[in-house]
């Protein structure tokens, strides 16, 4: 199957600065990508699909200039969590769609924890 | 809109024993299935979906679910666990007319136990 890849897969961070995580589609273009973001013991909440050239579409309540999303070519999109908080430390994973797929792929999660 | 309901949170269970795990789903179009499997602090897997066709879709890994359309449900069961399936499951559903948005239930923790 597809494999997307997610980077780093844990990073520990200061109250205040900014982390930005990647997400690689290794052997497919990726058009679109999808971030989500999980709690503990918790379901995936959907924060933002990204698109590949243009603006990211943000899901309603999350905040588009703390989670800035980047998708500058077919294989790669990135979240920067900005002025990062400690209510901001979760589990952020990635997915995309291979074309002619119905199934999504998802990277290996991003552990963020801020202190 | 879709939604996705996973009844119980966690399942416990002796190795060797059948479980099932019960997923319904409420949504105004015709919708792909699927279930993900994610063990601590890793991504998802896809275990199984259903796409068309026969009702009862199977995993290598000896689960199956049941597409039900009248009761709009999609159990995954499983008739002997192992240890090593101790995991979260997570039911999901998308819309088959277009858009790549998945809708995710809440999960439902198995354990495993001898």
């Known amino acids: 199957g597809a494999v997307v890849s997610q980077h780093p897969s844990r990073v520990i961070c200061k109250s205040g600065t900014s982390v930005k995580i990647e997400c690689r589609s290794l052997d497919f273009q990726a058009t679109t990508m999808f971030w989500y973001r999980q709690f503990p013991k918790q379901s995936l909440m959907l924060m933002a699909t990204?698109?590949?050239?243009?603006?990211?579409?943000?899901e309603q309540g999350v905040e588009k200039d703390k989670f800035l999303i980047n998708h500058a070519s077919l294989t790669l999109s990135t979240l920067t969590v900005t002025s990062a908080h400690p209510e901001d430390s979760s589990f952020y994973i990635c997915?995309?769609?291979?074309?002619?797929?119905?199934?999504?792929?998802f990277g290996q999660g991003t552990r963020l924890t801020v202190v | 809109a879709q939604s996705v309901t996973q009844l119980d949170s966690q399942v416990p269970v002796f190795e060797e024993a059948p479980v099932e795990l019960r997923c319904n789903y409420s949504s105004s179009v015709s919708v792909y299935l699927f279930w993900y499997v994610q063990y601590p602090n890793q991504g998802l897997q896809l275990l199984l979906k259903y796409l068309s066709g026969s009702t009862l879709v199977e995993s290598i890994n000896g689960f199956e679910a049941e597409f039900n359309k009248s009761q709009t449900s999609f159990h995954l069961r499983k008739p002997s666990v192992h240890i090593s399936d101790t995991a979260e499951y997570f039911c999901?559903?998308?819309?088959?007319?277009?858009?790549?948005?998945?809708?995710f239930g809440t999960g439902t923790q198995l354990k495993v136990e001898l």
């Open positions: 999901a559903v998308r819309s088959r007319g277009g858009g790549n948005k998945l809708t």
């Open positions: 997915s995309a769609i291979p074309p002619f797929n119905t199934e999504a792929f």
């Open positions: 990204s698109n590949e050239g243009s603006k990211a579409t943000y």
